[in-house]
Nanobody
Framework: QVQVVESGGGLVQAGGSLRLSCAASGSIFSINAMGWYRQVPGKERGVVAQ???????NYADSMKGRFTISRDNAKNTVFLQMNSLKPEDTAVYYC????????????????WGQGTQVTVSS
């Protein structure tokens, strides 16, 4: 089995910063993409940022220039540095890891964390 655990959420004032961390552990042969999504009540979960094992990144348009995703492959960990936070960034942030559990597994499976709440006050 694979576990994905996020940390670093909390309450911050508008204009402030937070850094989210996410670690994957368990039966891991390799991890392809890792990333962050977010969800507010009544809306679908949407992508925030993703990063490949090679370090290629992509961001949702509203996060470009404010959020930075990074990764430590040796520790199966991904980070999300969030700056210039706005009240509309308030959401539950979910981390995912696309994991292969063995060399014979040809496709990865997406594992999700339990989510961490980020609240930005105005």
């Amino acid at each position: 089995q694979v576990q994905v655990v996020e940390s670093g959420g909390g309450l911050v004032q508008a204009g402030g910063s937070l850094r989210l961390s996410c670690a994957a552990s368990g039966s891991i042969f390799s991890i392809n993409a890792m990333g962050w999504y977010r969800q507010v009540p009544g809306k679908e979960r949407g992508v925030v940022a993703q990063i490949t094992s090679g370090g290629s990144t992509n961001y949702a348009d509203s996060m470009k220039g404010r959020f930075t995703i990074s990764r430590d492959n040796a520790k199966n960990t991904v980070f999300l540095q969030m700056n210039s936070l706005k009240p509309e960034d308030t959401a539950v942030y979910y981390c995912h890891a696309d994991v292969r559990m063995s060399s014979t597994q040809t496709t990865s499976f997406r594992y999700w964390g339990q989510g961490t709440q980020v609240t930005v006050s105005s």
